[in-house]
């Protein structure tokens, strides 16, 4: 019996490392603000270790700035992934999520349960029934001082003739209290990007770690400021892959 169950062990390791190893499907979903093209570099490393990855804009933002509009909300760009997904005929893909990307990709996964196999967060917002990204960010309110005919523009938004660059993004997004069925996905993943990590409670997206280890989901760290696709790219891609 002893026997038995060390070979047992044996392969099941030897299954999941198979899988952590075997190339995968990402579908990348980028914060408030950016874009797509955030995570160009992500997508390349990825990329050369046999990965497919899919990094799409949301409706209004990167590229897709000339479709700005207030009446964009959270739902819209929940279709816009959706419909990426439908339109690709993408499965068993490991679901993205950085920032303001947290509540879109949680929508995602409520519309398609069967089409990811893992869900990641990376310093993102953990979305609940009916509560808005305002609702649940501590101090997020304070972004409502730079509202402008229903979109925000913080001081960090570039008015810049480089691209590319931040542009403004539709209030509603942030607003809109989006029901849901399965609220916490039982494949979620959180990562905790600290910029020191001996105060990590010091993290604005500290509360969201919390709350990913009372659902069970595993959490990791990674020591990096809130854009690791920009300052940590290789360390980040690293735990994707796992």
Known sequence: MREFKIL?????LTTLSAF?????????????????????KVDSLLTARGNKVYRPTLTGLGERYHLASSEVDLSTHVADIVNVIL???LHNIVLVGHSYGGMVVTGVADSLPDRTAQIVYIDAHIAEDRKSAFDLRVGGTDLLKYEKDGM???????????FPHNVPQSVATLT??????????????????????????????YQYEK?????????????ADHNPQNSKPEDLVKLLQE
């Open 87 to 89: 339109f690709e005929d």
């Open 152 to 162: 925000l523009i913080p001081p960090f938004v570039a008015d810049s003739e480089s």
């Open 211 to 223: 709350v990913a280890k009372d659902l069970g989901w595993q959490t990791y760290r990674l020591t």
């Open 8 to 12: 047992l062990s044996l392969i099941l």
């Open 176 to 205: 809109e209290r989006r029901p849901l069925r399965r609220p916490h996905p039982r494949n979620g993943k959180y990562i905790l990007t600290v910029d020191d990590p001996q105060k990590p409670e010091a993290d604005a997206f």
């Open 20 to 40: 952590a190893q075997s190339p995968k499907t990402y579908l990348i979903v980028h914060g408030a603000f950016g874009g797509g093209y955030a995570w160009k």
